[in-house]
């Protein structure tokens, strides 16, 4: 004779990807380690970009420096489109780290080391060494320079207090990002924030239907 169990069969409960995202960027992303490492493997990575095409697989002197100097300027449009595009995004992994460093602007808060080195290497093994396009590595060089750059320019705004004049400029310009995150989204540079109309230039409260939360979504 069958008798109908009373006991209700429970699911295994899915992970939440929320929660599987914030312990990772809380496991990985904080802490003075990873921070710094951050800065170690991205220099590293722009000094061997850099040195690859002047001693890995030669080429001019002139050249490099040219390529080295055009992945700097490109740098600059990326600083601007990664902060206004990828870090300010409502979802994601780089909206959601960023969004610590906008809520504790102190916390030592970087992409994962290994992540950050990773992408690096692998797009310059396909578009550099898998080629044999050594002097491409220059333009890499250059550009991650940019980055390790912008890394520096954006640790003093938060953790020294430089008196130069530029730096104090653009220190009181990242100051206003932080009071309204959908301007000013330049770091190193106020040019690009000037072409694309986001530039603010004064503290001055606008309308609550032009504000956007980095606590948003």
Do not use: C
Not at 63 to 69: D, I, N, Q
Request: hydrophobic share 40%; no cysteine.
């Amino acid at each position: 004779m069958r008798t109908d169990s009373t006991e209700s069969l429970v699911s295994p409960t899915k992970p939440d990807p929320l929660s599987v995202q914030k312990k990772f960027l809380e496991t990985f992303a904080e802490g003075r380690f990873n921070y710094w490492g951050s800065f170690a493997t991205d220099s590293a990575a722009a000094l061997f970009f850099l040195a690859w095409p002047v001693f890995g697989r030669p080429v001019s002197w002139t050249t490099v420096l040219s390529l080295a100097l055009a992945g700097w300027v490109l740098w600059g449009l990326s600083e601007y489109v990664f902060h206004r595009w990828a870090y300010h995004q409502k979802k994601g992994i780089f909206g959601s780290g960023h969004r610590m460093h906008h809520d504790e602007e102190k916390a030592y808060v970087a992409m994962p080391w290994f992540v950050s080195g990773f992408v690096v290497l692998a797009v310059w093994y396909g578009a550099v060494y898998y080629p044999r396009d050594s002097a491409l590595s220059a333009l890499f060089g250059g550009w991650m320079a940019g980055f390790v750059f912008y890394s520096w320019v954006h640790h003093a705004h938060h953790h020294w207090s430089l008196q130069n004049g530029w730096m104090r400029r653009l220190r009181a310009h990242h100051r206003i990002h932080h009071r309204f995150p959908d301007r000013n989204f330049g770091v190193t540079l106020r040019f690009w924030d000037q072409v694309f109309g986001t530039r603010q230039s004064s503290h001055s409260a606008r309308p609550a239907k032009e504000m956007h939360s980095p606590r948003d979504g």
